[in-house]
């Protein structure tokens, strides 16, 4: 008989857990308690701008395996585009001036010798400095580990580890940081390809996922929402719904892929992260020129990466809590001055969305890295996922499909026991 896997949240942790599962000829149910899987990786229409977009613009790199794999499971990898070398145009809007960071494809971070490649303004000493955040303890700040300032922090470093860890690099864990460093600068250009979902996060991320886990016999049920669980000794044995229960069999297991505070709630005594950060996104409906990169770094200005996509040009400002407050009209035209700066137009304010999540990511400092719980609980049959969870990264996509496929494996590792 096939074992029976409830899974609870359609966000990408949960989507990648019941597509390992289900491949494992697992019967798999998917609880969402939203009316939209995705969770905050997901697209939809906006009449502001007219057009769909994605509620955050999430940037996916070569080196992200896990990831990559997921995509590949569901047949979209080739949905996540980029260019064909690690390259990253940036733009420092205080001085005007202009780059290209050319990491090339090697396997290993040669870049680093060549000043043509490398951030304008550097030398290889500066890079060297950056060897103790490698392999920093997760409790150690990143302002503890490396030194803050300087050209090829405010031009190079700052950017990607607020980008990562969400939280201003120097308040964040050097063992964080270290971890997105190995996995990206130090593999050298071929892991750091940048890749985007063109045609939308759930066209490419989502969609494709519920079609094959439905071909294969699963349920998907939006709009069930978890409202308790009936523990016995050492097992789940009902889920409880808002109009009924399921009974759990011995064999039969849960993945909890919710959020932080709802798993905090259903789950006596569980651990998790207690404070969070904002990111701030902006669409706004333009044809980007012809000449303008998918990708632009922004140093110096408000806006810190410009997207260009087909009819619109988005932007992501990181640790957001200080614009939650601001007026939305006000920060429309902030953000659209910067924008203009970066992509050298003249061109009145168009029609534009702000999104704002204002519980994006856990807070990455080493207090609130610790409170993350692993993916196993005190009841055998119920297991963690979700970017939150101790995944040893920061909140990321390829950290969330991790967390999935490590509840995934325990799952079926207890299953042959």
Known sequence: MQKNVHIIGAGISGLSAAVQLANANCKVHVHEATQQAGGRCRSYFDAATDLMIDNG???LLSGNRHALAYARSIGTEAGLVGPAVAQFPFVDLSTGQRWLLDLGASRLPLWVFDEARRVPDTSLRDYLALMPLIWAPQSKLVGGAIPCEGTLYHRLVQPLLLAALNVDPPEGSAGLAGAVVRETLLAGGQACRPLIAREGLSTVLVEPAIKLLQAKGASIQLGRELVGLGLASDKVDLLKFGGDTVAIAPDDAV????????AASLVPGLKTPTKFRSIVNAHFRFDPPKDMPPLLGVVGGLVEWLFAFPQRLSVTISNGD???DMPREELAAAIWRDICKAAGLQADVPRWQIVRERRATFEAT????????GSETAWKNLFLAGDWTDTGLPATIEGSVRSGNRAAELVLRKSRA
């Open 366 to 373: 080493p207090e609130q890295n610790a409170l993350r719980p």
């Open 322 to 324: 200080r614009l939650l």
């Open 255 to 262: 993945v909890m892929a919710v959020p932080p505070r709802p």
């Open 57 to 59: 613009n999430h940037l």
